[in-house]
C-alpha cells in the first residue's frame, strides 16, 4: 500500500538557518502530495501541495518539488524563525485513496 | 482551522465506558473524515462519510468502534468500551465534494485528545 517516509525528529535549528525535511513517498499510479503543519494544541494546517511531477508547491517561504524519479518530496526554507516551530506532516493522496496516508511527522524547534 | 469544530477538546474515560466524539463540519463541506493520532506516529485515516452515508471505512477497527454522519447535526465517532490502547488524538476533516479531484480543500479541526485511564 501507500506509505511516507520522513525523517525522525526533533530537529533543532537556530533563527535564519536553512532547513531541510526529507520525504520519500511509495505509492501506485501517480499521487497528490502535502505538507501539513500542527502548532501545539491545534489541528493541523495544509502548508502546501503539489499534484504532478515537476511541481513545486510554495507557501510562507516553504517549498517542496515533486520529485517522480527519486519519489521525494522535501521541505526546505531558506531562512527559519522561532514561529516555524510546529510538527510538519508529509502526506500523499493515491489516485483512488479517501484519505491520506501521513507520515509521522517531524518535530522542528527553532531557537532564537 | 477554526471552521472544523470538534469537541470535547480533551476527553478522560476509565475502561470500559463509552467515547463519544464530535465534529461539525466547515460551511459548505459535506464530506467529513476522521483520523487518529496515536503518540509518536502519524494520522492515519479511518473512516471517510458523507451524509447519511459510510464511503470508507477501510481503517476502522471492526470491533467497538462506529461513526455516523447524520442529515442533520455532527459527525459522531464512537467508541464503545474503550481500553488503554483507545487513547490518542482524534481529528476530524471536512472537504467540498471533490472526491476523486487532487486539488484538495481539507480542512482540519483542532483533535479530540481521548485519555483512558
Known amino acids: 500500500g501507500d506509505s511516507v517516509t520522513q525523517m525522525e525528529g526533533p530537529v533543532t535549528l537556530s533563527e535564519e538557518a536553512f532547513l531541510t525535511i526529507n520525504c520519500t513517498y511509495t505509492?501506485?499510479?501517480?499521487?497528490?502530495l502535502f505538507w501539513y503543519v500542527q502548532y501545539p494544541g491545534e489541528g493541523l494546517q495544509l502548508l502546501l501541495k503539489a499534484t504532478k511531477a515537476d511541481d513545486k508547491g510554495s507557501n510562507k517561504g516553504f517549498e517542496a518539488t515533486y520529485r517522480k524519479e527519486t519519489t521525494s518530496f522535501h521541505l526546505e526554507k531558506g531562512s527559519v524563525q522561532v514561529s516555524d516551530s510546529a510538527v510538519y506532516f508529509c502526506?500523499?493522496?493515491?489516485?483512488?485513496?479517501?484519505?491520506?496516508?501521513f507520515g509521522k511527522g517531524t518535530h522542528l524547534i527553532i531557537q532564537p | 482551522n477554526a471552521g472544523v469544530m470538534q469537541n470535547p477538546r480533551h476527553l478522560v474515560r476509565r475502561r470500559g465506558q463509552e467515547a463519544r466524539l464530535r465534529c461539525s463540519p466547515m460551511?459548505?463541506?459535506?464530506?467529513v473524515y476522521w483520523y487518529r493520532q496515536l503518540p509518536e506516529e502519524g494520522l492515519k485515516f479511518m473512516v471517510y462519510?458523507?451524509?447519511?452515508?459510510?464511503?470508507?471505512e477501510s481503517g476502522m477497527p471492526k470491533e467497538r468502534f462506529s461513526a455516523e454522519f447524520p442529515k442533520e447535526g455532527p459527525s459522531i465517532l464512537r467508541i464503545q468500551q474503550v481500553v488503554r490502547g483507545d487513547s490518542a488524538a482524534y481529528f476530524c476533516?471536512?472537504?467540498?465534494?471533490?472526491?476523486?479531484?487532487?486539488?484538495?480543500?481539507?480542512?482540519f479541526g483542532s483533535g479530540t485528545r481521548l485519555t483512558v485511564v
Open positions: 502526506a500523499l493522496k493515491g489516485g483512488g485513496a479517501d484519505g491520506l496516508t
Open positions: 462519510l458523507q451524509k447519511e452515508n459510510i464511503i470508507d
Open positions: 505509492a501506485t499510479g501517480y499521487p497528490s
Open positions: 460551511k459548505g463541506h459535506s464530506h
Open positions: 476533516a471536512s472537504s467540498p465534494p471533490t472526491r476523486g479531484s487532487s486539488n484538495y480543500g481539507y480542512t
